[in-house]
């Protein structure tokens, strides 16, 4: 089997190349004129994609030395995302499957990012809970099979991912912040300062109120130093991203304490933050966890995962018409 995968969900544009069981090729175009606006801009998104999908999607065929004309199927990512980002994604799938006469594979973002850990040798057993973190998302799914999964808690407000960027934000670090709040976080103390942790029923999350917690904390220490941050920026992001973990792996704890499961999993782009790779693990060794922790490669938005979900698609002849259409706000 050969086939052909695209990413377009939000500001990456990605094609990769899955033969059989293994990725031969997993090609990114990132859109740095974001950085100017302090964050993604949906019309310039979808723009950009528009360059970049032809020379990416090529490159990706290139690597892996297959012929368009070999190709068994197309795979895209139908959603969650911003709608004019998933049209250029969708719409060129559309077009490459019709002219080839061969079959359409729609995919479920959130969905892959959980199953981007079939990319590889270590995977987890089912069932497995798998915590997906993003810019967007933070749930905890439980799986039961490739295309069988349940989400058993999810936030009620805003994205984990959402947080690490609003509070950069605050600390005048550009965009995109979370990475660089996770830099200075290695140099400092993660006690330094307390936020207040929120409390949420059953397995569901909330991150509105450590933004707040987070404002009203650095505009009171200005107040009285107007060099506080510069001052205490390592301890600043050491204490944010602590808090931030700690509520995750709270949940996640629970969890796996109500689920009786032990095959612990995290996805999405801030799986990437070293915080929460290594307080993972450190749990995982206390609790008797088997944890599985993406590459980072397949942390962020890429078409692998979206070729390893279609995949399973594959396998049971999961295709779609031409009639298909993207879904912005599309659930599990």
């Known amino acids: 089997m050969n086939l052909l995968a695209i990413e377009s969900s939000c500001d990456e544009t990605s094609a990769a190349v899955l033969v059989d069981n293994q990725i031969r090729s997993n090609v990114i175009a990132a859109q740095l004129i974001h950085e ?11 723009r950009a994609h528009q360059q970049h999908i032809v020379p990416v999607v090529e490159r990706a065929l290139a690597d892996a030395k297959i012929p368009k004309t070999a190709l068994d199927a197309i795979a895209f990512t139908r959603g969650p995302g911003l709608l004019g980002s998933l049209l250029v994604g969708a719409s060129f799938a559309k077009a490459l499957a019709l002219g080839l006469n061969i079959p359409l594979i729609e995919v479920n973002h959130m969905q892959a990012h959980v199953l981007a850990h079939f990319i590889g040798d270590s995977n987890p057993a089912f069932p497995f809970l798998c915590l997906t973190v993003s810019g967007g998302h933070t749930q905890i799914v439980r799986v039961r099979a490739p295309l069988d999964m349940e989400v058993i808690g999810q936030t009620q407000d805003d994205a984990v991912g959402e947080a ?6 605050l600390l005048n670090l550009p965009y995109p912040g979370g990475p660089l709040i996770d830099r200075y976080a290695r140099q400092g103390n993660p006690l330094a300062f307390r936020f207040p942790l929120a409390e949420m029923p059953g397995l569901d999350f909330s991150f509105s109120g450590i933004k707040t917690a987070i404002l009203y904390f650095l505009r ?15 301890d600043i992001c050491a204490s944010i991203q602590y808090t931030l973990v700690q509520m995750l792996l709270t949940k996640l704890k629970r969890a796996a304490r109500e689920t009786g499961i032990r095959d612990i999993a995290i996805a999405g782009g801030v799986s990437a933050n070293s915080g929460l790779r290594e307080a993972l693990q450190k749990t995982g060794q206390e ?24 995949k399973f698609k594959f396998d049971q002849s999961d295709f779609v018409g031409q009639d298909v259409s993207p879904l912005p706000r599309m659930s599990f």
């Open 287 to 310: 609790l008797g966890w088997r944890v599985f922790i993406p590459a980072f490669e397949y942390c962020t938005d890429n078409a692998a995962m979206i070729a390893m979900a279609a």
């Open 36 to 46: 100017q606006y302090g964050g993604v801009v949906p019309e310039l998104a979808s």
């Open 220 to 234: 009171d220490q200005i107040k009285t130093n107007p060099q506080f941050i510069d001052q205490n920026l390592p």
């Open 164 to 169: 690490f960027d609003k509070s950069a934000k």
